[in-house]
């Protein structure tokens, strides 16, 4: 089982930044887990926005690279996404999730395509 506690989203204008956080918790939670944030407009489906795998290889969606860092100092500590140059576009609801990785011999590290815990989300609007 593992717990995922979202905070931070807000309304603001754009251009602006925003802090999200998650704090992971429960009593299988790991050092072997991936982190990720995603984000859900209703009516489209949950889009992956930025993930941390336990080799700390960051990546990201297309349409938030170069705007959005994803971060997180250790497996237990919080997992932040700093975002910046925010668009209306940007508007969601933020998820945090959760997964336990995989390992490839030649590749290392890498996080499945299904995540299996889900925070309850923050809101972010952001308004021109």
């Given at each position: ?86 668009k209306p576009a940007d508007s969601a609801i933020y ?34």
């Open positions: 089982q593992v717990l995922l506690v979202e905070s931070g989203g807000d309304s603001v204008r754009s251009g602006g930044s925003l802090k999200l956080t998650c704090v992971p918790s429960g009593p299988t939670f790991s050092r072997d887990y991936c982190l990720a944030w995603f984000r859900q407009i209703p009516t489209q489906e949950r889009e992956l926005v930025a993930s941390i795998d336990p080799g700390r290889t960051e990546r990201y969606g297309d349409s938030v690279k170069g705007r959005f860092t994803i971060s997180q100092d250790d497996f237990n500590d919080p997992l932040y996404l700093q975002m910046g140059s925010l998820y945090c999730a959760a997964a336990r990785s995989k390992y490839d011999k030649y590749a290392g590290y890498y996080c499945p395509p299904e995540f299996e815990y889900w925070g309850r989300g923050t809101q972010v609007t952001v308004s021109s």
